[in-house]
């Protein structure tokens, strides 16, 4: 099992920044993929970002490429997502979400993932 805690969210205006971290506890941290994902109000789950272990290859959305930064520390356990730019529609609440790395794994696809975080609130105001 592998335990994932969210933190850093909160309330910003348009333009500003956050930087989420996500600490990961229980099995190997450096031997995950680690990825990011949104869910806004009456919207279904969305893909934000991701980071290999193998290849530490990094994977955006388009909505939030050039704006967004997907980061690990293995020695921390830890994976970071900085938002900068913020728009109102990037309001959601921002899981975090690990699977065991492997060749073949599409990135951008909740139902890779093993473990999820419980989310951390990203309010947007305009």
């Known amino acids: 099992q592998v335990q994932l805690v969210e933190s850093g969210g909160g309330l910003v205006q348009a333009g500003g920044s956050l930087r989420l971290s996500c600490a990961a506890s229980g099995r190997t941290f450096s031997s995950y993929a680690m990825g990011w994902f949104r869910q806004a109000p009456g919207k279904e789950r969305e893909f934000v970002a991701a980071?290999?272990?193998?290849?530490?290859?990094?994977y955006y959305a388009e909505s939030v490429k050039g704006r967004f930064t997907i980061s690990r520390d293995n020695a921390k356990n830890t994976v970071y997502l900085q938002m900068n730019r913020l728009k109102p529609e990037d309001t959601a609440v921002y899981y975090c979400?690990?699977?065991?790395?492997?060749?073949?794994?599409?990135?951008?696809?909740?139902?890779?993932?093993?473990?999820w975080g419980q989310g951390t609130q990203v309010t947007v105001s305009s």
């Open positions: 979400a690990a699977v065991l790395d492997r060749r073949g794994i599409e990135y951008g696809l909740g139902y890779e993932y093993e473990f």
């Open positions: 980071i290999s272990w193998m290849d530490l290859l990094l």
